[in-house]
């Protein structure tokens, strides 16, 4: 049973920390995440923050076999979150890429990567040849949001994948309009570069009983597309 957290419950020191994830994009970013990694998981699994747990579960129905051979890259890993639900279902050698050395930090502290990269995503004219056709699996959680990932990085999610891997990522339901991330990944399916395989709904921040800077009960899907 799912606990509601009250919005006077909420200690104030808390409250400035969530206050912190108002306003930022890509040109702070890295100074946005070094600032709030150390409680950054302490204000997002309060709002009720699901996505890690959610791509996890999906990745492990989608391996069940071989769960223990797949090589999974987590792209902007963060904190390190899906890379503990993945190790807790069996997934063995995990790498993360994250642009701030402050939540690489709190991932390296979990023990459960095998290699983390401080790098920016977004660049595929430049991404390292090292990544290329390499993973059985991408799970991207919390990136493809305002002010993070674009387009863009669903090119480096394909180059990154082995033919027949797994890219395993969630946004907003409304920032596939907004954002045109359903238009990227649509024309991803008719050029015949991937295809659907899972997709999941549920509700982010929803474990507040209000609506507190930015966190307040939202619509999210995750989805599994199949490198073809
Ligand atoms: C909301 S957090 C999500 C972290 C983690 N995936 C999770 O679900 O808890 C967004 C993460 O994306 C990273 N990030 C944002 N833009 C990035 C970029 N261009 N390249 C690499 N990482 C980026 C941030 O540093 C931050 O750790």
């Not at 799970?139 to 990154?160: Q, R």
């Not at 395993?168 to 295809?195: C, P, S």
Request: aromatic letters at 12%; one cysteine or more.
């Amino acid at each position: 049973m799912q606990k509601t957290v009250k919005l006077e419950e909420i200690p104030d020191d808390l409250k400035l920390e969530m206050l912190k994830h108002n306003h930022y994009d890509q040109s702070n970013i890295v100074e946005h995440y070094n600032e709030a990694a150390e409680k950054y998981e302490q204000v997002y699994l309060t709002a009720g923050y699901h996505d890690p747990e959610k791509c996890a579960e999906v990745a492990r129905d989608l391996f069940r076999e071989e769960i223990s051979t797949a090589l999974v890259l987590d792209m902007g890993c963060g904190t390190g979150l899906c890379g503990k639900y993945l190790t807790d279902f069996g997934f063995t050698h995990i790498d993360g890429i994250d642009a701030s050395s402050g939540m690489l930090e709190q991932a390296k502290s979990k023990n459960v990567y095998n290699e983390l990269i401080e790098m920016f995503l977004g660049k595929p004219e430049t991404y390292p040849a090292k990544f290329h056709n390499k993973y059985d699996v991408i799970t991207a959680t919390g990136i493809l949001a305002e002010g993070h990932l674009d387009c863009t990085v669903f090119e480096e999610m394909l180059m990154s994948l082995k033919k027949g891997g797994y890219a395993i990522f969630t946004t907003r339901t409304m920032y596939l309009t907004q954002y045109k991330y359903g238009e990227k990944i649509q024309a991803l399916v008719d050029e015949g570069r991937w295809e659907l395989v899972r997709e999941v709904v549920f509700d982010r921040y929803d474990q507040l009983d209000g609506e507190f800077g930015r966190f307040k009960k939202v619509e999210v899907r995750a989805f599994a597309y199949k490198k073809l």
